[in-house]
């Protein structure tokens, strides 16, 4: 099946700005808008973690340590996911990854690649 597609990632200095587009395959978009979405990232030697997510209402929950920096929305009409990153920080270099929560909060889809996002001067 196709694969959810992130993209948006690059190389950034400390303290700037990117915006992560997640577009949903064919097969998702039927059911896209009832779900909850949300982003992951997965940064080298560590584990995935889900940094945000977006109810069907539009209702945002964010980890702690992008609370105040990150913004999650959704564009129903274009089956999209987006995250906004400010103020980045060395420490959100990561792959970063959408994906569909099931109603037991476990992911609901196959990984897609991810967007590489690096931050360094």
């Known amino acids: 099946q196709p694969q959810l597609v992130e993209s948006g990632g690059g190389l950034v200095q400390p303290g700037g700005s990117l915006r992560l587009s997640c577009r949903a395959p064919?097969?998702?978009?039927?059911?896209?808008?009832?779900?909850?979405w949300g982003w992951y990232r997965q940064a080298p030697g560590k584990e995935r973690e889900l940094v945000a997510s977006i109810t069907s209402g539009r209702t945002t929950d964010y980890a702690d340590s992008v609370k105040g920096r990150f913004t999650i929305s959704r564009d129903n009409s274009r089956k999209t996911i987006y995250l906004q990153m400010n103020n980045l920080k060395p420490e959100d270099t990561a792959v970063y990854y959408c994906n569909a929560l099931s109603t037991t909060n476990l992911p609901k889809y196959t990984w897609g690649a991810g967007a590489q996002v690096t931050v360094s001067s």
């Open positions: 064919r097969h998702i978009t039927s059911v896209f808008n009832p779900l909850l």
